[in-house]
């Protein structure tokens, strides 16, 4: 019964705010092919010192020479962590509305670099380097990107509405509490992710770099 309300509830949500999440899918998406198209942009001897650098990443996965599980996990929890406190931050924040759809945008832009940075130097077997290191993690990473953005910013607008527009104040903490679980349940579903990163990502890397060999 409980499962159920909590169902309408998001349900509810997403209909009155389908417009802040389309945009906020948009902007990611945006963020996603600029980042593509940048990699475009590189002369010749950015592409050779990069694919240097990242040949040398490879060799090392290949031959199991990365770093530890649980220090891969702490990396990938703490740096993602960081980002959706500093998300959390900004909506609470009357002037961090704006911010919050920069951090959104670049987050995509570097998702679509570092595939199109593969895919570019390596074509075929770019896409699937990128498809077992960069994929798995981000299939939990990215929804809770989008939607802690979205929920900073419709929670950042009400808060701007009820400031302003004394008319249609509406008390702010059960908006508050509802705002502060969903960052909790991304916490959670973060560290879910990050241990999809620090111990199933490098097994398939490693597999993936010794096929292609």
Known sequence: M??????DIAAIHFREYSSIYLFVIVLFLMGVIFGAVIVNSLSFTQKEDLFYYLSQFFGQAATGKVAAGRDLFLQSFMHNGKFI???WILGVSIIGLPVILVLLFLKGMVVGFTVGFLVNQMG??????SFVSILPQNFLIIPVFIITAAMAVTFSLKMIRNQFVKKISQPIMPQFLRYMATFASAIMILAVAAAVEAYLSPVLLKAVINSVK
């Not at 409980?2 to 169902?7: A, F, I, M, N």
């Not at 075929?124 to 380097?129: E, Y």
């Open 85 to 87: 406190g500093l998300i």
């Open 2 to 7: 409980k499962k159920r309300k909590y169902q």
């Open 124 to 129: 075929w077997d770019g896409f699937l380097l």
